[in-house]
């Protein structure tokens, strides 16, 4: 082929850029997100983000056990239309995935959570408020235009976690989630490393001299109002007192009749991993459960949440409904876990590295990657719709 029948194949213009954010014009997977979203961020905010419990060793095996993975297609097959859309506590969703509570995301990005909340409402997919969120859920549910769902933390005074409850309730929050893995605090090393001290970080000189080199979240950081726990003291408190007082071991499955009495929508236990646990969900008559190791942030040595999800899945049978997370970076991932099993995905990480990258712009292109690597996986698997997944289309390596 000659020089001048080339030149016209060539494309050398500049790619689009996502809801008008230049820094994610190459961002083509999460992994792309998060380089951007380290570049940006200092130390302390990328060790909350990115590390684990101790030594990592949970946080790496879910990952391991994510890409140990194999697909089986059942081709060939019509799958010019494919419906990812799936019905998730009594609710019509176009995907089969929501995204998962995480404390102190204005730590990776001003907005924090009324990015995120703006750019689930433009999926039309649910959004988890954490107990630690750093905007109240008032301010939260004010700006959001799907459900959200609101994660608990129980701890010594029950007074606070049923103050938290009713606001979340009153706020029009539509699904609790109840954190049973979290009882005390893990050893987080990384963060210890990087220099990080909760309840929020300080203007300590090395916090200052992070800023320095990162001037973008400095500048932030500096003129906005301080990152707080809003959502466990009274509203019109912005306190970080209450948050020493949190993980205290009280936590105990008899919570369940207090909390029951606040909450009259759907209840899922979060941190399950045991196939027991959801059996006991089960006769006590919650709606479902949330398979998860915390993302490998708390207790170290436990086992992927992908590798324990069939068991726990067949427990659960028709008497719930079974939703994981941890570790979950590609859309072939969230088709594994419906397959074995998942009527749903939290995702954690991959969102806040959206945040962190470029806010709601952000968020919105990790949820777009994320769909359509989902859509594009069941057309090669010859899956047409979310009921046609199952565990015939894998095997491990």
């Known amino acids: 082929m000659r020089l001048g029948q080339t030149l016209p194949l060539l494309r050398v213009a500049r790619p689009p850029a996502p809801y008008g954010a230049r820094t994610l014009a190459r961002c083509y997977s999460i992994e792309d997100v998060a380089r951007r979203a380290r570049r940006r961020l200092p130390l302390g905010a990328r060790g909350y983000l990115e590390g684990g419990g101790e030594g990592e060793y949970t946080l790496r095996r879910n990952r391991a056990a994510l890409d140990r993975l194999e697909f089986?297609?059942?081709?060939?097959?019509?799958?010019?239309?494919?419906?990812?859309?799936?019905?998730?506590?009594?609710?019509?969703?176009?995907?089969?995935?929501?995204?998962s509570p995480v404390g102190g995301p204005r730590m990776f990005h001003h907005e924090g959570e009324l990015a995120v909340a703006r750019a689930a409402g433009q999926a039309g997919i649910p959004y988890g408020i954490s107990t630690l969120a750093t905007t109240s859920v008032e301010d939260v549910a004010a700006q959001a235009s799907s459900p959200l769902w609101f994660q608990l933390y129980v701890w010594g005074d029950r007074?606070?976690?049923?103050?938290?409850?009713?606001?979340?309730?009153?706020?029009?929050?539509?699904?609790?989630?109840?954190?049973?893995?979290?009882?005390?605090?893990?050893?987080?090393?990384?963060?210890?490393?990087?220099?990080?001290?909760?309840?929020?970080?300080?203007?300590?000189?090395?916090?200052?001299?992070?800023?320095?080199?990162?001037?973008?979240?400095?500048?932030?950081?500096?003129?906005?109002?301080?990152?707080?726990?809003?959502?466990?003291?009274?509203?019109?408190?912005?306190?970080?007192?209450?948050?020493?007082?949190?993980?205290?071991?009280?936590v105990r499955w008899q919570d369940l009749d207090w909390i029951r009495e606040l909450w009259d929508g759907p209840i899922l236990v979060k941190g399950v991993t045991r196939a027991e646990e959801a059996t006991a969900a089960a006769d006590a008559g919650l709606d479902g459960v949330i398979v998860s190791n915390h993302g490998g942030r708390q207790l170290d040595h436990?086992?992927?949440?992908?590798?324990?999800?069939?068991?726990?899945?067949?427990?659960?049978?028709?008497?719930?409904?079974?939703?994981?997370?941890?570790?979950?970076?590609?859309?072939?991932?969230?088709?594994?876990?419906?397959?074995?099993?998942?009527?749903?995905?939290?995702?954690?990480?991959?969102?806040?590295?959206?945040?962190?990258?470029?806010?709601?712009?952000?968020?919105?292109?990790?949820?777009?990657?994320?769909?359509?690597?989902?859509?594009?996986?069941?057309?090669?698997?010859?899956?047409?719709?979310?009921?046609?997944?199952?565990?015939?289309l894998l095997r491990c390596r």
């Open 159 to 250: 007074g606070k976690a049923r103050e938290a409850l009713a606001r979340a309730r009153a706020a029009g929050f539509s699904a609790l989630l109840f954190s049973i893995d979290t009882s005390v605090r893990s050893k987080r090393e990384r963060e210890q490393r990087a220099g990080l001290e909760l309840p929020a970080p300080h203007l300590s000189l090395p916090t200052f001299l992070e800023g320095a080199l990162h001037p973008a979240w400095g500048w932030h950081f500096l003129t906005s109002d301080p990152i707080s726990f809003p959502n466990i003291g009274p509203p019109d408190r912005r306190s970080r007192a209450v948050m020493t007082e949190m993980f205290d071991g009280t």
């Open 72 to 99: 089986l297609p059942d081709q060939p097959r019509d799958v010019s239309r494919v419906d990812t859309g799936t019905t998730v506590l009594g609710r019509r969703l176009p995907l089969p995935f929501a995204l």
């Open 302 to 392: 436990l086992p992927a949440t992908i590798e324990v999800l069939p068991r726990i899945a067949d427990a659960a049978g028709d008497r719930l409904e079974v939703l994981v997370d941890s570790g979950f970076r590609r859309g072939s991932d969230i088709v594994a876990a419906l397959a074995l099993g998942a009527k749903a995905v939290l995702i954690g990480r991959a969102h806040l590295y959206g945040l962190a990258a470029a806010g709601e712009a952000g968020v919105r292109h990790c949820i777009d990657i994320l769909a359509d690597e989902l859509r594009t996986t069941m057309a090669l698997c010859g899956a047409r719709s979310i009921a046609e997944l199952d565990r015939s």
